[in-house]
């Protein structure tokens, strides 16, 4: 019996940037495409910043990446 269905997984990330919520997705999802092939999608599962004498000093980001299992 042959199936041609494709298989993913999600894999949880948290990266962060001291500029904004869009950069700490950017590093989370350039480090992920360093280890995982086959990527799919991303989902932003959680925002949170970082805060210091009344400052945020870091944008933080936990992002589902999704991608495809090889055969």
Do not use: H, N
């Amino acid at each position: 019996m042959r199936s041609d269905g494709k298989v993913a997984r999600i894999t949880e990330v948290v990266s962060g940037s001291p500029k904004s919520f869009e950069d700490a997705i950017m590093v989370g999802f350039k480090r992920a495409s360093k280890t995982l092939r086959g990527i799919t999608g991303l989902k932003v599962k959680e925002q949170r910043c970082k805060v210091e004498d009344g400052k945020i000093i870091e944008y933080r980001v936990t992002l589902e990446v999704i991608f495809v299992l090889e055969s």
